[in-house]
C-alpha cells in the first residue's frame, strides 16, 4: 500500500462508515456472532450470516433489516467439507463483493485428556481451526480484490479466539490448542497480506455470556453478572474494522473487569 492508498478515506458516512461494504459472519445465530453481524449492518454493511440454525437466521436477518441494510441467512455446518467455500461463493454471488470475514463460529467441551470424548476433540478442531482455515482461504482473493478499490482502501479478516489462545489451562487442552494454533495462524496470515490491505485481527475475548458458557464449569468464581456481553466483544470487533486505512488493530484481548486471568 503506498502512502496515497493509506490516506483513502471509508466512502461512508459517520454514522455509517462501512457503507457499500459486505461482510461475511460465522456462528451468527446466536451470541458474539450475532451481536457482531448487528453491530456491522447498523455501521451500513449488507451481512452475510452463516450458522446452523434456519430459524436464528431468519430472525437475524429480518432484525438487520430495521436497519435498512440487505442480509443474507446461510445455513451451513462450517465443519463439513466445502461448506465454508460455498458460503463464501454464494456471499459474493448475492452482493457482487466480500469486504469484512468474522471468524466466529467455535465449539467448546472441558474435560481431563483421560475422560475426553475423542468426537468432542474431532469437532473442536473441526470447527475453531479447520473451519477458520477454509473460511479465510476461500476468502482471501475477495479480500484483496476488495483492498484494491475505493470503497474503503482495505478489507479486514477478523478472528474470534479466546483468552484460551493464550493461557492453557487444565481441563480445556484441546481447546485451548484450537485457539492458539489460531493466533499462530492469523499472525503469519497478517504479515503476507498487510502490504496488500488486508488487515487480519484477533480479538480474544474472556468470560462472555453466550450459549457456550452458560452452564459451563469455568467461571474463575466470578458471578455471572460480571461477564462479559456478546455486544461487549462485537464492540471491539466493530473497532477494529472502522479503523482508518492506515491503522491496523491486530490483536485485542478483552476480560471482564472481575477476570484476573
Same mark, same amino acid.
Given at each position: ?9 471509508? %466512502? ?87 469486504? %469484512? ?145 492506515? %491503522? ?14
Amino acid at each position: 500500500m503506498n502512502a496515497n492508498e493509506s490516506d483513502r478515506t471509508p %466512502v461512508g458516512n459517520a454514522d455509517q462508515p462501512l457503507a457499500g461494504s459486505v461482510a461475511l459472519v460465522t456462528g451468527a445465530s446466536s451470541g458474539i456472532g450475532e451481536a457482531a453481524a448487528l453491530s456491522l449492518a447498523r455501521l451500513g454493511c449488507s451481512v452475510a450470516m452463516v450458522a446452523r440454525r434456519t430459524d436464528r437466521l431468519t430472525e437475524l436477518s429480518d432484525a438487520i433489516g430495521t436497519h435498512g441494510a440487505a442480509a443474507l441467512p446461510l445455513t451451513a455446518d462450517l465443519s463439513a467439507p466445502g461448506q465454508a467455500r460455498r458460503a463464501v461463493e454464494e456471499t459474493v454471488r448475492r452482493f457482487g463483493r466480500l469486504d %469484512v470475514v468474522v471468524n466466529n463460529a467455535g465449539y467448546g467441551a472441558r474435560a481431563a485428556v483421560e475422560d475426553s470424548d475423542l468426537a468432542d476433540w474431532e469437532r473442536m478442531v473441526d470447527l475453531n481451526l479447520k473451519a477458520v482455515l477454509h473460511l479465510s482461504h476461500a476468502a482471501l482473493p475477495h479480500l484483496l480484490r476488495a483492498a484494491e478499490d475505493d470503497v474503503r482502501g482495505v478489507a479486514d479478516l477478523v478472528t474470534v479466539s479466546s483468552v484460551a489462545g493464550r493461557l492453557a489451562r487444565k481441563n480445556n487442552s484441546v481447546y485451548s490448542a484450537t485457539k492458539h494454533a489460531v493466533c499462530s495462524f492469523s499472525d503469519a496470515l497478517r504479515q503476507e497480506v498487510t502490504g496488500r490491505g488486508v488487515r487480519v485481527g484477533l480479538v480474544e475475548p474472556g468470560m462472555t455470556t453466550t450459549e457456550m458458557t452458560l452452564g459451563g464449569e469455568s467461571a474463575f468464581g466470578m458471578a455471572q453478572e460480571s461477564w462479559l456481553r456478546a455486544e461487549d466483544v462485537a464492540r471491539s470487533i466493530s473497532f477494529m474494522i472502522t479503523q482508518p486505512p492506515h %491503522v491496523a488493530i491486530n490483536e485485542i484481548m478483552v476480560r471482564p473487569t472481575a477476570q484476573e486471568h
